[in-house]
């Protein structure tokens, strides 16, 4: 694994973000703002915006975790894990309710993506990935083990950030890295190619 970035950059959390309890006009915000980056994504690859938007998988899996979040804010626990398993039936992503998230998440395939930590604003996931715990307790601000993501933090398939880490803001997580020690503002984490063999026909 190697890691690119400017000797000048320094750590910086994510946005700091209301805690509870959590108002449904916040909720209705940070909705609007996935909704917006969402449909940024969508014209960004040259595809049709769905005229029901909540019932796409990308938008689903982030409208079903504000739901739960809210709810678990509001002291409403068995209706929040409720809601949380249901997201996880029908869109596969993972979502703890304790998690903090800023506006503006991105999940483009929820399969077998997880969020347990605290992410910043306009956070972009690729799918069978995400952040949880690790092998220590230690609490930096998500919660005992868990990371913290800065703000516009992008993780490509398969990348995940394991531990009580801190992930400066503005940093890309490649392909198939995992994280598990503090990386700096501006940093790209990337898993070196390796040629293993050549199958060649007899």
């Known amino acids: 694994m190697t890691m690119k970035s400017e000797p000048t950059h320094s750590l910086s959390g994510p946005t700091p973000l209301p805690v ?9 915000a940070r909705l609007a703002r996935d909704r917006e980056r969402l449909e940024g994504c969508f014209r960004a690859y040259g595809m049709d915006v769905p005229r029901v938007l909540w019932l796409h998988p990308s938008y689903q899996c ?4 504000r739901l739960s979040t809210y709810l678990f804010r509001h002291g409403r626990r068995f209706l929040a894990r409720l809601i949380w398993h249901a997201n ?6 993972d979502f703890s309710p304790i998690s903090e998230i800023g506006p503006g998440l991105v999940v483009l395939h929820p399969v077998s ?24 307790g230690e609490d930096i601000g ?33 392909a198939g890295s995992i994280v598990m020690s503090d990386i700096e503002t501006g940093t790209v984490v990337e898993v070196p190619d390796r040629l293993m063999r050549t199958i060649r026909a007899a």
């Open 88 to 93: 996880l039936f029908l869109t596969g992503a």
């Open 62 to 65: 982030v409208l079903l975790y």
């Open 142 to 174: 998500a919660g005992p083990g868990l990371p913290v993501v800065g703000d516009r933090v992008e993780f490509e398939p398969r990348s995940m950030a394991l531990g009580p880490v801190q992930i400066g803001d503005d940093c890309v997580l490649g």
């Open 20 to 28: 509870a309890p959590l108002t449904w006009r916040e909720v209705r």
């Open 113 to 136: 993506t997880q969020i347990f930590g605290r992410i910043g604003a306009d956070c972009t996931m690729w799918g069978h990935g995400g952040i949880g715990g690790g092998r220590s």
